[in-house]
């Protein structure tokens, strides 16, 4: 029994893992040092995108792959969907640790007031994360699939509880209260996750990916999906798996909370991918559990979205809603079901990081006592449209509305499959999710645009967006002396990303 | 009925009834020995089934590591007075929905195999071992890892400053020295 | 020679029971318990399957190992949150409110 | 009546003309798209680059309007090059949508090329008036932009030969018309009217996007030609028919059919330049052109066709009622607007594959030019007596006496009088609507059409009268230093000058130029369009048309002369010269609120339309904030439901996932 063994294309994997390993060796070696343990973090993320970047182009059938037995079965295999997701997640956590870099570089405000040697743990657990997540959709078994879940969802539970110590007392309670809410969902997920595989192999006899066509007990092999397909749906927050987000998402630190609305999600869904994958070599039938988990999470989703008065919590349920879109076309078990959920995650992964960096912008700004809240950004095209803009570009993308092709493009590459099925109960679903969806985010949109409040003390009226720019608005609204700004690496990153869903609305990127 | 049978009959009624025990007893400390007891059968289930291996990592690793990190865990929180039980109609939804899961994942396992007879014949040790440093090395990489990361994760969470009720005064260990978590500091 | 469908419904019972541990207990370890329960569970079927000739390779035993020991994992894990729950609300019982409803948003400045 | 000989269509066209074959060069790219594209860069650069320089947002206004329109005449000399008279272009090359086939292509014919010409005609014209319109208008700049954009999306849908990219158009337009509506956001009407325009429009539109998914999944692509073969081939299916009433649903809200009449007459809350690209041109007219692209399908689709016809008919001799008794000239026009569109998409649902669709682009083509013009014509007078209130309005035409011919001409036009051009279009539509009596053997729907056009024509005749009489009433001379207010009256000599304001001291003259000589040379050239543009709709190149009835003709000319007098009649007795005076007050204010419209959607219409009715209601109250969540009160409830429901404690939310597993679980094996 020889293996082959090609690390070149696993290198995606290693390379964040490595950087884990060295920085927690750094930290030995540099104790009390931040900066260098993000910069090697930060290189081993890049190293890794680099490693999956040639990925992209590979024709079809085409896969790089490592540790091969003879017969053609390998344990790890990237095609061009895998290599897709594979970049999507890598670059999502660099634009995480980006985002993050200040809270985990500064010694707090008082001199000295963060004493724990956070910055190298959490950065260590962001990259073992995220390898995690790299390595969810090349699996090519079962084995390789649990243990690379776990990867991808153990460091996160930590990294939701390690908040600032500065942060007050209670916060930081919080922020506990989510890791709990967020662990124990994974852990009764797991528990799920288990025995699908262990019905997997009981009804193909193998750990293996190949050889579901041949199963024994196809009616157990239906059983062992649908219980995978529970065990990863809590990774997406599809409904009912989602109870954990809001509480989550509310409680963890921004950045933590935007790791897990994107990269954590392209690990369930390259999760989701491999099983789909492993099952689906018949055409045409639809898989009905993961049909009512895509109509169930979109509606819910988008209706508890619509009464949200804070936007973390809004995006939360915005997230649910996004689940039911990706998981949408999976229901269907065609061969381009796989690559129409993966587009419309790049999509979205794109869109909610945008939004995401846009909040981090906007906190930072800290005008408002309640940044986070809706009523807090009432007016922000008119005080600073160079953030309301990406915001509103972003909010179009989730919404699907055409001056954001990209967002159109994804919504009908996802609803596709279900056309082809002729599953027409859950394409009604779909449209009316459209409509509702609208709402939701075009709520949003309305708040940024409307004029700003008048309270304001200092004249700074809604009369006056003509008047003063963004910066003199800003200056006028905060209090003397506490003016801030928006640092520069979010300006990179908010225009980086822009130029993402602007280049994607612009160039014809179809499916994957 | 072959001994084996008879044999594993024995073995599953003892796990069965120590599980059964272990999520209805009311002391928490109980079910915890009662967890170590269902374990133990089930590594006795192992072992009668013919896999030696897979049993004794059962008993090491389940009984040996993790009921004792429960235990330590209990004794940690202290938690007396925390009420164990959630309310009657959530156990009753509970009870149906274990019901349910029994129901359908026995219907469907005895469905698909029947109530035959087969010869036991798993591969030895070796085997399971040629696999673990061969095909499967791959996720047995990745495995190291995540044991890694969770030591890392667990040791920084167990020790962080959390807020709440946590007072910084009664705390165990004052903050300064939580950096000794990830290298001595001067 | 040995019936596989007994340790199957030794399984499909252990399942059950570890569910409903789950959802009956508001302690966390003792939800903890239920989710070993469980995973119990998983490994009693992947071992009956390698041991009964159903598995064409040995891939179920060793996927066996690979659930304890990620199970190892996470219950190290799960005891330090539990612990730092523990530490911040004085207790560790699941059933109490994890996230104050309505409340407005404080949201520190991250 | 003697029995009147017919006369073919096509006698009456003009001989094809002997144009010299000279070389057709299409230097980087077709014409097409350097229509598209220098609206759409000038909407980019209006918004980005001009800073705050109303002068430089002139220019690239009303350059990109101009370039716009010298690549739409270009094209229309490149077609009589070109065999067939059809040409693709491609645009950003095909989507790779898989399966699904995007090319993304343009196409050009002859009546499209016609209908683009006109509409970057207009655009020009708008973009010289708004520049001195609004010229001290804050927000001058982004109206210009929005008003490019509105250009570039509206010949996007023209020239588009794939339903995504038409789609793409449709909803920027949508988008468009809410900016230009609100754009004195400062008012809250105008915010009202912008968001009930929106809101309105985007209900109808969930059909046209339905309508459009349906026809583009069932075809394989999106490409129009091809989506039109496909269908055409299949032949009438359930599924057709469904697409297509659905998109007649889309229409009727783009263009204001009933029941979605009532956001148009509101919409008059924009500046008049807005008013009168919505109107003439673009978005109302869109409806028209699209249906006329998928005509094929249109007409083998009964039930869709029926539908179109009904909601036509009705909201064409309803308008024209309407817009007699309004008390405000633009209301009036606006109402004629609606009467208008519906005579267009009416004489879609009753032609015949025999006669095509091509009436209606006539029609859009004539309408554009005499709307816009009366229009236009109308914000001049509002700015000169400071209102458009047919009480301010009144005698505007002959204290003015620049204004009496662009009125004069205009209402002749709209009144379809010979030989102005709203004549020969009316010909062309009562003409392919008798041929599809004919043909269908007396069909409901063509009958349904010939009857409403019949009764329109007087109405509209009517209506027309009203306002000449109101706007030409002679003046009394003691008034004449009353009315006469010397106002300051702005005036900006031509486009190289520097605004400047005049005095008026001068008397009536010195006011009449109070414009700027770009805007008024708009206006003359759309003057003379209304009266020679019946050349154009006499070109050889429309498509097979019907015959013309000459006894018809004489008859609805007959009875424009009895209503036009019988409206002088009831003038007479008048004070003010207004015939609607004689309108009971209620009758009259129920009219100017659109019979109560608002309140027919409120009470009438099921909770969807209702939520949406409320929503528009709050908007008085919470500007903008709160309208999308109103977008339906189930949903919101419902979400609150969800949302205090949704478990915030561990072990519900673990009880959620174990159920929710067992249930799929149960599911996967039932359906297994």
């Known amino acids: ?512 | 009925m072959s001994g084996l049978d008879v044999l594993f009959v024995a073995v599953g009624l003892v796990t069965a009834g120590a599980a059964a025990l272990s999520v209805t007893s009311r002391q928490v400390l109980h079910a915890a020995l009662w967890l170590v007891v269902a374990l133990g059968g089930l590594a006795g289930c192992y072992l009668v089934l013919g896999a030696e291996l897979v049993a004794l990592v059962q008993l090491l690793v389940y009984v040996g590591a993790v009921v004792v990190l429960v235990l330590f865990a209990l004794m940690l929180t202290r938690a007396g007075g925390v009420p164990v039980v959630t309310g009657v109609p959530q156990r009753v939804a509970a009870a149906l929905v274990g019901a349910g899961t029994t129901v359908l994942l026995g219907g469907a396992l005895l469905s698909a195999f029947g109530w035959g007879r087969v010869p036991i014949d798993g591969g030895g040790s070796t085997e399971v071992a040629a696999t673990i440093f061969g095909t499967d090395v791959w996720p047995f990489e990745l495995l190291s890892a995540l044991l890694l990361m969770a030591l890392v994760a667990a040791v920084a969470v167990a020790r962080a400053p959390v807020g709440g009720q946590d007072d910084p005064s009664q705390r165990p260990d004052p903050p300064a020295d939580v950096e000794a978590v990830q290298g001595e500091r001067p | 020679m040995i019936r596989p469908a007994l340790p199957y419904l030794l399984a499909a019972v252990l399942a059950g029971l570890g569910v409903y541990g789950i959802l009956a207990r508001r302690h966390a370890v003792l939800v903890l318990i239920g989710v070993e329960l469980v995973l119990g569970a998983a490994g009693l079927v992947l071992v009956t399957v390698a041991q009964t000739g159903a598995a064409g390779d040995p891939g179920a035993a060793v996927l066996t190992l690979f659930v304890i020991t990620i199970a190892a994992a996470e219950v190290v894990l799960a005891l330090a949150v539990l612990l730092a729950l523990f530490r911040a609300r004085g207790h560790v019982d699941l059933h109490a409110e994890l996230d104050a409803h309505g409340e407005e948003e404080v949201r520190g400045r991250a | 009546m003697p029995d009147l000989p017919d006369v073919t269509w096509s006698d009456l066209q003009l001989p094809s003309l002997p144009l010299p074959h000279l070389p057709a060069p299409d230097l980087w790219g077709s014409p097409a798209h350097w229509a598209i594209l220098a609206t759409l860069l000038a909407a980019l650069a209006g918004l980005g680059l001009t800073g705050r320089s109303n002068r430089l947002a002139a220019w690239v206004g009303v350059g990109g309007a101009l370039l716009a329109f010298l690549a739409t005449c270009w094209q229309l000399y490149t077609l009589t090059q070109i065999e067939g008279a059809r040409r693709g272009a491609g645009t950003i090359g095909a989507l790779p949508l898989g399966d699904l086939d995007a090319p993304l292509r343009l196409l050009v014919t002859w009546p499209l090329a016609i209908v683009a010409v006109t509409v970057a005609a207009v655009a020009l014209v708008v973009q010289g008036y708004a520049r001195w319109y609004l010229w001290y208008d804050p927000r001058y700049r982004p109206f210009a932009a929005t008003v490019s954009l509105f250009t570039s999306a509206m010949l996007l849908v023209v020239l588009s030969d794939d339903l995504l990219l038409t789609l793409v158009g449709w909803e920027v337009m949508g988008w468009c018309s809410y900016l230009l509506v609100g754009h004195q956001s400062t008012r809250s009407a105008a915010t009202r009217a912008a968001s009930k325009a929106l809101l309105v429009t985007r209900t109808a539109d969930v059909g046209f996007v339905l309508g459009l998914l349906v026809l583009v999944a069932g075809a394989g692509t999106t490409r129009t030609t091809d989506v039109v073969r496909h269908w055409a081939e299949a032949g009438p299916s359930p599924a057709l028919t469904a697409a297509m009433v659905l998109l007649v649903v889309g229409v009727a809200g783009k263009s204001a059919l009933f029941p979605f009449q009532d956001w148009l007459p509101d919409a008059m809350e924009g500046p008049t330049p807005a008013s009168a690209l919505i109107h003439a041109a673009t978005m109302v007219a869109a409806g028209t052109v699209v249906l006329a692209q998928l005509f094929p399908l249109l007409s083998v689709s009964g039930p869709a066709r029926l539908l179109l016809a009904v909601l036509a008919c009705v909201t064409m001799v309803g308008a024209a009622v309407l817009a007699f008794a309004q008390g405000d000239l633009k209301r009036l026009l606006a109402w004629s607007t609606v009467s208008q569109v519906a005579l267009m998409l009416a004489v879609l649902a009753a032609a015949t594959m025999g006669t095509g669709p091509d009436a209606a682009l006539q029609h859009l083509v004539a309408h554009a030019w005499f709307k816009a013009l009366l229009f236009l014509t109308t914000g001049w007078l509002g700015v000169l007596v400071g209102g458009t209130a047919m009480a301010l309005m009144a005698s505007g035409a002959r204290r003015y006496r620049v204004l009496r011919h662009r009125f004069g001409w205009g209402l002749l036009a709209l009144a379809g009088v010979p030989p102005f051009v709203g004549f020969f279009s009316k010909e062309a539509i009562l003409g392919t609507a008798e041929a599809g009596t004919a043909a269908t053997g007396g069909g409901f729907v063509p009958v349904l059409v010939l009857a409403s056009v019949g009764a329109t024509a007087p109405l509209t005749a009517a209506y027309c009268m009203r306002a000449w009489l109101v706007l030409s009433r002679p003046t009394a001379a003691q008034g004449h230093a009353r009315l006469y207010e010397p106002d300051p009256v702005e005036r900006i000599d031509d486009f190289f000058d520097e605004p400047q304001v005049v005095q008026e001291a001068e008397g009536v003259e010195r006011a009449e130029a109070a414009i700027s000589s770009s805007a008024r040379m708009g206006t003359s050239a759309l003057m003379l369009m209304t009266l020679f543009g019946g050349v154009v709709l006499l070109l050889p190149v429309w498509g097979p048309q019907a015959h013309v009835d000459l006894q018809l003709m004489a008859a609805t000319l007959l009875l424009m002369v009895v209503s036009a007098l019988l409206v002088r009649l009831a003038a007479g007795g008048v004070r003010t010269r207004d015939a609607a005076a004689r309108i009971p007050a209620g009758v009259s204010l129920a009219a100017e609120r659109g019979l109560h419209a608002d309140l027919a959607y409120r009470v009438v219409v099921v909770t969807p339309v209702l939520a949406l009715a409320r929503a528009v209601a709050w908007f008085d109250a919470e500007v903008l904030d709160s309208w999308v969540r109103g977008a339906g009160v189930g949903s919101r409830l419902l979400g609150r439901v969800g949302d205090l429901t949704s478990p915030r404690r561990a072990t519900p939310a673990l009880a959620l996932v174990l159920a929710g597993m067992l249930a799929l679980a149960a599911l996967g094996v039932v359906t297994a």
């Open chain 1, 1 to 512: 029994m020889t293996l082959e063994v090609d690390l070149s294309s696993v290198l995606p994997v290693l390379a964040p893992l490595a950087a884990a390993v060295l920085l927690l060796l750094m930290d030995a070696a540099l104790p009390g040092r931040r900066e260098p343990h993000l910069v090697v973090g930060a290189l081993g993320l890049a190293a890794g995108l680099v490693a999956a970047l040639p990925g992209l182009r590979l024709a079809v059938g085409e896969a790089r792959s490592s540790f091969c037995l003879a017969g053609g079965w390998c344990a790890y295999r990237a095609d061009h969907l895998v290599s897709a997701l594979q970049v999507c997640a890598l670059g999502a956590a660099l634009v995480v640790l980006v985002l993050t870099w200040r809270d985990w570089s500064a010694p707090g405000p008082g001199a000295g007031a963060e004493t724990t040697g956070r910055a190298p743990v959490v950065t260590a657990l962001l990259l073992a994360a995220t390898a995690g997540v790299v390595a969810v959709p090349a699996a090519g078994d079962l084995g390789s699939l649990l243990v690379a879940l776990e990867l991808a969802t153990l460091p996160t539970v930590a990294l939701v509880a390690l908040v600032r110590t500065t942060w007050a007392a209670d916060r930081r309670a919080r922020a506990v209260d989510g890791a709990v809410a967020l662990l124990t969902t994974s852990l009764v997920s797991f528990g799920l996750l288990a025995l699908g595989a262990a019905l997997w192999v009981a009804a193909t006899g193998s750990t293996r990916f190949d050889g579901a066509t041949r199963a024994e007990h196809p009616e157990l092999l239906v059983l062992a999906a649908v219980l995978l397909v529970a065990g990863l749906a809590f990774k997406v927050s599809a409904v009912p798996f989602h109870a954990w987000t809001p509480v989550t998402y509310a409680a963890a630190p921004l950045p933590v909370t935007a790791y897990l609305a994107t990269v954590s999600k392209v690990a369930a869904l390259g999760g989701l991918v491999v099983v789909v994958r492993a099952l689906g070599t018949v055409e045409g039938t639809t898989l009905v559990a993961v049909a009512v988990l895509a109509g169930a999470s979109m509606t819910v989703g988008n209706l508890v979205a619509l009464v949200q008065q804070d936007t973390v919590r809004l995006l939360a349920w915005s997230t649910v809603a996004q689940a039911g879109w990706v998981l949408l076309p999976l229901a269907s078990l065609s061969a381009q079901a796989a690559s129409a959920a993966g587009s419309y995650l790049v999509v979205y992964v794109t869109a909610t990081l945008l939004a995401f960096v846009v909040l981090a912008a906007v906190v930072a700004l800290g005008v408002q006592a309640r940044p986070a809240s809706l009523e807090a950004q009432r007016g922000l095209l008119r005080s600073h449209p160079w953030l309301a803009l990406p915001l509103m570009l972003a909010l179009l993308t989730l919404a699907g509305l055409p001056p954001a092709v990209a967002g159109v493009v994804a919504k009908v590459v996802a609803l596709r499959p279900v056309l082809g099925d002729e599953t027409w109960w859950l394409a009604l679903v779909a449209a009316v999710n459209i409509a509702l969806g609208l709402a939701v985010y075009l709520r949003w949109v309305a708040v940024l645009v409307a004029p700003a409040p008048r309270r304001q003390a200092g004249g700074v009226t809604a009369g006056q967006g003509e008047a003063g720019t963004g910066d003199q608005a800003a200056a006028a609204a905060a209090p003397a002396g506490d003016r801030r700004r928006v640092p520069v690496r979010l300006w990179a990153l908010t225009g980086l990303l822009t130029a993402l869903l602007v280049a994607g609305s612009i160039l014809p990127v179809g499916a994957l």
